[in-house]
């Protein structure tokens, strides 16, 4: 099973998304322990298949924090996937077709 998952992972035909060692939003309480968490987790898939994780990935169902979109983006992510929108927003976005957005945590530290 372990070859068979290397293959479709260097194939491109199975991507990790977040990578932690568990998932950041049940078990990380605050940004050390997210951090830790990742470094395990990305330890391991980089030992294991020599991949590190280009998406993130928070189900969070009490919603985000910009520092967890933050550390995100410092650790190298491209993208963050989530299940939790203000319903208004949510609306207004499906609305104008803009389920995607650009979110700049934190803004100041990433430049314009």
């Known amino acids: 099973m372990k070859n068979e998952v290397k293959t479709l992972v260097k194939e491109g035909r199975l991507e990790f998304s977040n990578g ?37 990935w928070h189900i969070d169902a009490f919603g985000h924090s910009s520092a967890n979109a933050r550390i995100f983006s410092e650790l190298g992510f491209e993208a963050i996937f989530m299940s939790r929108l203000d319903r208004e927003d949510k609306e207004e976005r499906l609305k104008k077709k803009s389920m995607q957005f650009l979110w700049r945590p934190q803004s100041k530290h990433f430049g314009a």
């Open 20 to 56: 932690g060692w568990s998932a950041t939003d049940e078990a990380c309480p605050n940004y050390e322990d997210i951090i830790n968490n990742m470094i395990i987790g990305h330890g391991f898939l980089m030992k294991e298949f020599g991949i590190k994780p280009r998406t993130g």
